[in-house]
């Protein structure tokens, strides 16, 4: 793509992922929408940079705990809750559908149920929880919006997309991801990760377990109970990976 296609897609991500205004204009092609993908994870720093700095301003005024829950509160009204909804909506499906079309019609439901609350409570308290326990906890808050963005962009590469097509917003972003993009993205998460020395081992060996761990699992769960993936389910993809590689972070840092 030419370069101002690129820049366009970058902003198209910025929008799609956050609240943040987009700053130039957009020329919007189904095309550019799928290839905005591409830019999840720098997406994922730029609000990383954003945490880590928020966490450092207030760090001095309030304890971790407080500092923590502050941030987190940020990142859900940055962000529109947009992957933590994905998650409720996933849980929710697959805990109270029993077949592929009750599963995807409890999905495009916007009311959250039993399942997807508790989900969504115990993912929060959790991911709080991990980064109370890491350390340095600003390095936690930088690097994991970036790593855990690259977990759907290996879902999109290697299943297939599953919901109908004319009443999903993320079916032109979700619609296939060529392998070129792919790496492109993941040679930006490492050089992000080899970046942060003296933390580079654990942070690169961290990413690819966590990344890995969730493909395959989460993969296979939504093979089996869906046929594939959808646009909530890739969301959910970046709570668990962020998730687990917090878990990791926490023990081997």
Not at 59 to 65: G, I, R, V
Not at 116 to 121: E, M
Not at 139 to 166: K, N
Request: aromatic share 10%; net charge neutral; glycine share 8%.
């Amino acid at each position: 793509m030419p370069a101002n296609q690129e820049w366009q897609a970058f902003w198209l991500a910025v929008g799609f992922l956050t609240r943040i205004p987009m700053l130039v204009r957009i020329d919007y092609t189904p095309q550019l929408m799928n290839q905005c993908s591409v830019y999840f994870p720098v997406v994922g720093l730029l609000l990383g940079v954003l945490y880590a700095t928020l966490y450092a301003v207030i760090a001095p005024f309030w304890s971790p705990l407080v500092c923590l829950i502050l941030v987190i509160s940020f990142h859900l009204w940055i962000t529109g809750a947009f992957h933590e909804d994905g998650l409720a909506d996933s849980i929710d499906a697959l805990g109270g559908g029993y077949t592929v079309e009750a599963r995807l019609r409890i999905m495009k439901d916007s009311r959250i149920g039993t399942y997807g609350t508790v989900a969504l409570v115990m993912a929060l308290l959790l991911k709080v929880a991990l980064l109370s326990e890491s350390s340095p906890i600003w390095l936690a808050l930088l690097i994991a919006p970036c790593v855990a963005r690259l977990t759907p962009l290996m879902l999109m590469r290697f299943m297939r997309y599953v919901s109908d097509p004319d009443s999903s917003k993320s079916k032109p972003v979700a619609d296939g991801f060529s392998t070129e993009r792919l790496v492109c993205a993941s040679v930006f998460v490492l050089l992000m990760c080899g970046l942060l020395t003296p933390w580079a081992p654990a942070l690169i060996l961290s990413s690819a377990v966590s990344i890995g761990l969730v493909g395959l699992l989460w993969g296979r769960q939504l093979k089996r109970d869906l046929g594939g993936y959808t646009g909530d389910a890739l969301g959910a993809s970046v709570i668990f990976t962020e998730l687990t590689l917090l878990a990791l972070l926490a023990a081997w840092l």
